[in-house]
């Protein structure tokens, strides 16, 4: 028993498990820039150049990121066009994630992580993952499982972006 938990443990399993705490790293190593497409095919660099940036990955089957997710469009609201929301969908079917969008209400643009190579450069094991970069973009933080971004935390995290 104890050696197939080391097995299950040593895997990486274990930090694909949803969890409600989620763990914030803040001073993540440095992350390169990838791109991630839109509904059209078209190609879209993941940081978004010249301002902060919050890049989320997430998928329709993860209930965490359901819960996460209305915080993380109210968050974007909250900051207009000083902050750009990035929702990086983790390697499903457009088609799945068009009609998932629609029937949320969703009002920000999604990215498509057709083959997870972004998520995979950036080693997301744990959906939900949020990261914030600077204008500059830098990393600044990054948060493994589902946040409060409604919480005073969140304020001073997203916050810190223009520091």
Known sequence: MAGSRRLFMASGLAL??????????PKPAPLKPFEAFDFDGRKVAVPAAGKPSVVNFWASWCEPCRVEMP?????????GDKLA????????????????????????????????EGAGAWAVKVFPTTVGF???????????????WNSTEAGKLVEGLWR
């Open 134 to 148: 600077d204008a500059q973009g830098r990393v600044r933080w990054r948060v493994r499982g589902e946040y409060d």
């Open 71 to 79: 915080l993380l469009l109210q968050l974007a609201e909250l900051y």
């Open 16 to 25: 694909a498990l949803p969890s409600r705490a989620a763990q914030i790293d």
């Open 85 to 116: 929301l990035q929702l990086v969908n983790f390697k499903e079917h457009p088609t799945t994630v068009q009609r998932h969008v629609r029937t949320s209400g969703w009002n920000q643009p999604v990215l498509l992580d057709p083959r997870g």
